[in-house]
């Protein structure tokens, strides 16, 4: 919790006389129970196991826990009053998420996320109505995945340049260096950014580019800290948005305060200069005017809408908002696979030795990977899948909610209910995956011997429903093409001896940063080319296979 308890505890005291009465007049009507889960305390409800925060453990971890000790797949919390479900199970995630999705595709308020800090353009967040199908219309037709082979030459232009800024000026097997996590963070940021800022808003100067790559990682800092439902008490008491900043325990005014700004140039900077290179007719086919295009076709040949900026009012602002959607979500969750990739890969070196043999034995040493040669390198995606899978991006997903009640074997799930899958749960199964604690990209192999097939992380880390991530199509591609090309190009390793020693080799599982979307604590490796032939085609990337 990010908020002092006290004096909530005597405002939840009044508050809950409110839920005091609610609670008589369902004793009054007889249902069925609620799952298991944590009595807590009247009125407050399980309150001060929520707002503790156990830096040894993730939150997705401590549902798992809970799970365990009461003996169910579903978990029921309240928290003054607002009901919490909790899927540790596909088969629950499935039946409820999927098979029942029209009453559970709504979301809940997130009063602190787009109520205080502006967040409420971001579709993913927006309640289940008629807004929310206009804007998930317009951003799936352009990235499902049949489209995004239009914006594979952006993928392939950012990947040529990250190599190049990655290869060293000559190779010198003797002299290896050490990379520093904030230096490889940033070169994997500024890819995944400038990939979507090109596909979404047709840039392409570095300087540019940089200027809004920035941006989305300032607005990041409150993103994670808001996404989480309850992370802030204002969720729980929406009135408290009302109190003064300086009211005792009110802080979260001054961190919206300080976080709104951010967000506010988040969606508005890059919408206007792409409203002033569409005036100047300068601005680039991309996603934005490909959209402002087909949503005012021009009846007036001597009227141009793109030039003249004449789109109707209410069908720009689902764009605008699509558009800001994308550029953000897709950079984070690219970044995130990404380096936890990179970080697999330092662990495991028999895991980089099969991926090194696959693509030297399929694509040789004389070009880089593309993604038409995706189906042809089994063992890399399955090295993929199994990053999805030990490190999820997401592992607890966005909350859903629930439009009405409803029973789920044989418990009472009341309307309104907060419902979050525990993705990072799911794919840590035992019940799914034989050993998951152990990184093994085997297991999704067909010709697995050892084990059945595993169930493909994919279809579960992305979300589940109408709420899935519709990004996802991009973010892989993106982050496929770039991992790809380092493992052919460059070997991963631990770092030197000397690192080693003030630089404790990181626990695959514990070292992340806690989030809806999580990345790894800060880490060193060793990257480099592994042969004079491979720094060549870094130095070249793309430019002779465009």
């Given at each position: 919790m990010s908020t002092a308890l006290?004096?909530?505890?005597?405002?939840?005291?009044?508050?809950?006389?409110?839920?005091?009465?609610?609670?008589?007049?369902?004793?009054?009507?007889?249902?069925?129970?609620?799952?298991?889960?944590?009595?807590?305390?009247?009125?407050?409800?399980?309150?001060?196991?929520?707002?503790?925060?156990?830096?040894?453990?993730?939150?997705?971890?401590?549902?798992?826990?809970?799970?365990k000790e009461y003996n169910s797949d579903v978990l029921h919390i309240n928290v003054l009053g607002d009901h919490k479900l909790i899927l540790n199970s596909a088969k629950a995630a499935d039946e409820l998420l999927e098979k029942r999705s029209g009453l559970y595709s709504d979301r809940p308020q997130f009063h602190m996320m787009s109520g205080l800090c502006g967040w409420h353009w971001h579709f993913a967040t927006m309640s289940y109505?008629?807004?929310?199908?206009?804007?998930?219309?317009?951003?799936?037709?352009?990235?499902?995945?049949?489209?995004?082979?239009?914006?594979?030459?952006?993928?392939?232009?950012?990947?040529?340049?990250?190599?190049?800024?990655?290869?060293?000026?000559?190779?010198?097997?003797?002299?290896?260096?050490?990379?520093?996590?904030?230096?490889?963070?940033?070169?994997?940021?500024?890819?995944?950014?400038?990939?979507?800022?090109?596909?979404?808003?047709?840039?392409?100067?570095?300087?540019?580019?940089?200027?809004?790559?920035?941006?989305?990682?300032?607005?990041?800092?409150?993103?994670?800290?808001?996404?989480?439902?309850?992370?802030?008490?204002?969720?729980?008491?929406?009135?408290?948005?009302?109190?003064?900043?300086?009211?005792?325990?009110?802080?979260?005014?001054?961190?919206?305060?300080?976080?709104?700004?951010?967000?506010?140039?988040?969606?508005?900077?890059?919408?206007?200069?792409?409203?002033?290179?569409?005036?100047?007719?300068?601005?680039?086919?991309?996603?934005?005017?490909?959209?402002?295009?087909?949503?005012?076709?021009?009846?007036?040949?001597?009227?141009?809408p793109i030039k003249n900026n004449n789109f109707d009012p209410e069908i720009e602002e689902v764009i605008k908002n699509c558009s800001a959607t994308a550029y953000f979500a897709g950079s984070d969750t690219t970044v995130s696979l990404v380096m936890s990739s990179i970080l697999a890969l330092s662990h495991h070196p028999e895991v980089l030795e099969k991926a090194h043999e696959e693509l030297d034995r399929v694509i040789g040493t004389s070009r880089l990977p593309e993604l038409h040669d995706r189906d042809k390198l089994p063992y890399l995606q399955a090295f993929i899948k199994e990053v999805e899978r030990m490190y999820p991006v997401a592992p607890l997903s966005v909350a859903h909610r629930v439009i009405s009640d409803d029973i789920y074997d044989g418990y009472f799930i009341s309307k309104g209910t907060t419902v979050i899958p525990n993705i990072g749960a799911i794919l840590h199964s035992e019940e799914l995956y034989q050993d998951p604690l152990n990184f093994n990209p085997d297991r999704f192999l067909q010709n697995n011997k050892d084990s059945k097939l595993s169930p493909d992380p994919e279809i579960i880390a992305f979300g589940f429903g109408r709420r899935i991530c519709p990004g996802r199509h991009f973010a892989l591609d993106s982050a496929w093409t770039l991992i790809a090309c380092l493992l052919a190009t460059c070997d991963i390793t631990w770092p030197s001896e000397e690192a080693q020693k003030i630089s404790r080799k990181p626990d695959p599982v514990l070292d992340y940063f806690d989030g809806l979307i999580v990345h790894p604590k800060p880490y060193k490796c060793r990257i480099v080319p592994r042969s004079i032939t491979a720094l060549n085609l870094m130095k070249a990337g793309y430019e002779n296979q465009m």
């Open positions: 006290t004096p909530f505890l005597i405002v939840a005291i009044l508050f809950g006389f409110y839920h005091l009465y609610i609670f008589f007049l369902r004793l009054l009507r007889p249902r069925p129970p609620y799952p298991p889960g944590p009595r807590g305390y009247p009125l407050i409800g399980d309150l001060f196991n929520e707002a503790s925060k156990n830096v040894e453990q993730h939150e997705w971890a401590r549902y798992l826990k809970m799970g109505s008629n807004t929310w199908r206009a804007h998930r219309k317009t951003f799936h037709q352009d990235f499902q995945a049949k489209a995004i082979s239009t914006y594979c030459p952006f993928i392939l232009r950012s990947t040529s340049n990250f190599l190049k800024k990655l290869a060293p000026a000559e190779y010198s097997p003797l002299h290896m260096l050490d990379i520093e996590h904030a230096e490889l963070d940033s070169y994997v940021r500024n890819y995944a950014g400038s990939t979507i800022l090109r596909a979404v808003y047709g840039m392409s100067t570095q300087e540019e580019l940089d200027d809004y790559v920035g941006l989305a990682h300032l607005a990041s800092e409150s993103f994670i800290a808001t996404m989480n439902h309850g992370s802030f008490f204002v969720d729980y008491l929406p009135w408290l948005k009302y109190m003064p900043a300086w009211f005792p325990g009110a802080s979260f005014k001054q961190k919206a305060n300080t976080w709104a700004p951010m967000v506010s140039n988040l969606i508005n900077e890059p919408w206007k200069r792409l409203k002033s290179s569409m005036a100047n007719g300068t601005a680039l086919p991309c996603f934005a005017t490909n959209n402002l295009e087909r949503s005012n076709p021009v009846s007036n040949l001597d009227v141009n």
